[in-house]
């Protein structure tokens, strides 16, 4: 949504259909409203978010507040670097998601003890 440098804005959310890191990341979960994978959209796109505040340079991983509560670091992120540079953060939050995900698929899954059915009473 934010590869090309004139769908991405600096300085608000959404500027016409123009978004900045974090309302493409919006944009793309409410896109899915009413789906029946909603729940997984959500759960993947805040992983995400996840992914990306981890991505951010060390000095620039927490949250800023402000008279008018707190800001989020990917939206400073977005309006203190170049369109190249948050783009190219968007790209490696893919390929450590990607990885995440193909050794999350890779990992079997155990039962547990409360994974068992329960007993049928007779």
């Given at each position: 949504m934010i590869e090309d440098e004139d769908s991405w804005c600096q300085?608000?959310?959404f500027?016409?259909?123009?978004?900045?890191?974090?309302?493409?990341?919006?944009?793309f979960m409410t896109s899915h409203l009413g789906d029946s994978d909603y729940g997984e959209v959500v759960g993947a796109g805040c992983a995400g978010l996840d992914i990306l505040r981890r991505r951010l340079p060390a000095g620039e991983r927490?949250?800023?507040g402000s008279c008018t509560g707190f800001l989020d670091p990917?939206?400073?992120?977005?309006?203190?670097?170049?369109?190249?540079e948050v783009v190219a953060l968007f790209q490696k939050?893919?390929?450590v998601a990607k990885r995440l995900d193909a050794e999350a698929i890779a990992i079997p899954v155990e039962q547990g003890p409360y994974d068992a059915p329960l007993?049928?009473?007779?």
């Open positions: 300085g608000q959310m500027q016409g259909d123009r978004a900045c890191s974090l309302g493409a990341m919006s944009r927490f949250f800023i990917i939206a400073v992120f977005n309006d203190t670097h170049t369109h190249a939050a893919i390929r007993p049928v009473p007779a």
